[in-house]
């Protein structure tokens, strides 16, 4: 005769909901990497906040913080605020990282208009690989570590760029 335990969840053993790949969603994503980079900067991430971050209306803030909440990707009380789990911190953590790796990446590249980093950075953050990342990561330190190298890339890059039509680059190779 076998016994099986009842696994009673509460809201803090509940199992998360994601999207169809077991991870949250580019969308939930964008929300958790600003909440934990107000939570850096401030100590705390209101509503209002994150609203006027991410330009979108406070109800449509509630509605994904009560969404990230059923997830057990943040804790939210009405009136009092909310905190990021372990795995939301987590998952805010790394996405904000990534943000910043990409950054470094485009400005490296020579891409310094803001407007451009950030809707370039919004385009891929989402899509990359872990390894790919990584890889990304290491090439930026390599170049923050060999300035020479560096200058010579970018010397490379200027004399291409001097041979190549004026224009919004939206026909290079």
Known sequence: MSHKKEIRRTSKTRRPRRGSSGTPTATAEDYLERIYAL???KGYARVSDIAEALQVRPSTVT??????????LLEYQRYRGLSLTEEGERVGRSIHRRHK?????????????????QNDIEGIEHHLSSRTLHR???MVEFFEAHPDLLR????????RESREPAGDGEDLP
């Open 101 to 117: 790796a990409l950054e470094a990446f485009l400005h490296l590249l020579g891409v310094h208009d803001q407007a451009t980093v």
């Open 63 to 72: 509605r994904m913080v009560q969404k990230l909440d059923e997830q057990n």
């Open 136 to 138: 990304l990561t290491q």
């Open 39 to 41: 939570i850096e900067e």
């Open 152 to 159: 010579r890339f970018q010397e490379f890059r200027d004399r």
